[in-house]
């Protein structure tokens, strides 16, 4: 492996070099808020959230119960990853870009108020029809406020790498959750580039970003496989001469380099003799503006898929679902417990693999699920925990360490979510070992609250375990499930109905 790599072999894994990890180029420092009427950094106080603790607006509780089986179609939002990334371009693409399907929730808003403030015109033309008027690559505006990612890190991450070659400077901040969650593996390799960082301890929000123009072009292997570093290093290469280069041994999700392709920088990609992609991006790129089409979200149709599979007697159709190779790892997993998954008007969507899916309610079987495939389905595994409770033996998931700095501790959230719901869950460091209920139902959590630390996902999954149980589930708190899904109690009412 040529020098300057970080990615070391062992035991036909990648892992991060130790030695590489001590010595991370950046400072860290306790950043203090400046509270001078306007909150954060200049941020309005109506928009402004708190940092280190939940937002103050009272919980909102909800039971989810036992329903009739799910029949009919529905159609879920736009791919929350594709929305984020077709903003971000649109914005450095010179004209005006048109998409529809957008997804609305609050973390894709996040993205593009932060774009606005760094110039780009950005306009809601009705519902997921959005128009961006972009400024070009090189051409983003230093941000007269802080940058509130909400509990967006996809935002957060992929608008680092934007930033850091750029000869402007943000601080970017964000809710309780968020904040948080550790920003040191895109810190590190955009440091390399020349971006100087000043984060709070442990390299987490709010944290100061001060851009470099000219960024030095860098070659960089991914330690541990993630579409968010990738992305954000890519993203800094727009704007830098030569050839940025990602080394990416463990396949993640490739929308972005999809995109760019779609939107004219000149990417690359091959496969080396180990099998890693090798993805180049030329610098000082000259974006095109497009007319996209954001295909349905695979992570929200999960919900759907797995609650069709464990409500007897359900048949559901699910139109307009992506299916990105990179992102098809649940449907897999679920088929080869048994799941009835149908693919049917198979197509293409600003250049996406797309269909349209019909699950049946199935009879489903334990398994050991292949750790390789955990980049493919990483944001499914709380639903998919929940299909595993349900099923007939045993299912055994590991080298899932990336669950544990999510919004949430993931595994820690889930095997006690569904420890209290009456599942029996082992929960191991690196994954969870599930014996199933063999079809029977969930007891439910009695007149308890089962607690879900301001996670989306853990939410909505915890409200499908509600739909399989014979007591109900009671969720704490729904309100983070408008982060990604904001339709998703609307859908699921219309179909229990």
């Known amino acids: 492996m040529p020098p300057g790599r970080i990615c070391v072999a062992y035991m036909g894994r990648v892992r991060a070099n130790p030695s590489a990890a001590r010595a991370l180029p950046y400072r860290t420092r306790t950043v203090k808020s400046r509270r001078d009427g306007r909150g954060w950094s200049g941020l309005d106080p109506v928009k402004a959230r708190t940092l280190t603790s939940p937002d103050s607006a009272a919980m909102r509780p909800r039971r989810f119960g036992p329903v009739e089986p799910l029949r009919g179609t529905i159609r879920v939002p736009g791919d929350k990853s594709i929305s984020h990334r077709a903003l971000m371009l649109g914005a450095l693409a010179v004209g005006t870009t048109r998409i529809s399907g957008l997804l609305e929730g609050e973390d894709v808003l996040a993205t593009a108020s932060a774009m606005r403030a760094m110039g780009a015109q950005i306009e809601r033309t009705g519902v997921g029809t959005w128009r961006v008027d972009g400024v070009g690559v090189g051409s983003l505006l230093q941000p007269q406020v802080a940058l509130d990612m909400g509990n967006s890190g996809t935002s957060t991450r992929l608008l680092m790498g934007l930033v850091a070659s750029h000869p402007i400077s943000a601080m970017f901040t964000g809710d309780a959750s968020l904040s948080g969650r550790p920003m040191g593996r895109v810190i590190e390799p955009l440091s390399r580039i020349g971006a100087v960082f000043s984060a709070s301890p442990g390299g987490r929000l709010p944290l100061m970003l001060q851009g470099i123009s000219p960024g030095v072009p860098i070659e960089y292997c991914l330690p541990v496989a993630s579409a968010q570093v990738k992305s954000a290093v890519l993203l800094a290469g727009l704007n830098i001469r030569g050839t940025t280069t990602v080394i990416e041994p463990v396949a993640t999700r490739d929308h972005s380099e999809r995109m760019l392709a779609g939107f004219g920088a000149d990417v690359t990609v091959e496969r080396d003799a180990a099998g890693a992609r090798i993805i180049r991006i030329a610098g000082e790129a000259e974006l095109r503006p497009q007319t996209l089409e954001v295909p349905g979200d695979p992570s929200s149709a999960a919900f759907f898929i797995v609650a069709a599979l464990i409500v007897p007697g359900s048949e559901l159709t699910i139109e307009n679902v992506g299916l990105n190779p990179t992102r098809a790892g649940l449907i897999a997993v679920l088929r080869a417990m048994g799941g009835s998954i149908h693919e049917i008007n198979g197509r293409e969507v600003g250049g996406e693999p797309v269909a349209d899916l019909v699950v049946r309610h199935s009879a489903l079987c334990g398994v050991e699920i292949d750790p390789a495939i955990a980049p493919s389905m990483i944001d499914e595994f709380p639903v998919l925990f929940v299909a595993a409770a ?6 055994t ?11 949430s501790d993931r595994l820690a959230a889930m095997a006690a979510a569904l420890t209290h719901v009456g599942a029996q ?19 439910g959590s009695g007149n308890a609250v089962v607690a879900t630390p301001l996670d989306h996902r853990i939410a909505m999954s915890m409200a499908v375990a509600g739909l399989a149980s014979s007591g109900g589930v009671e969720v704490d708190d729904t309100r983070p499930i408008a982060t990604s899904f904001p339709t998703f109690e609307k859908l699921l009412e219309g179909l229990a109905g």
């Open 390 to 395: 349900l099923a007939q033996g045993r299912t």
């Open 397 to 407: 998931t590991s080298g899932l360490d990336e669950l544990r700095v999510k919004e």
């Open 425 to 443: 869950v082992e929960e191991r460091a690196d994954g969870l070992v599930i014996d199933g209920s063999g079809g029977e139902p969930l007891r």
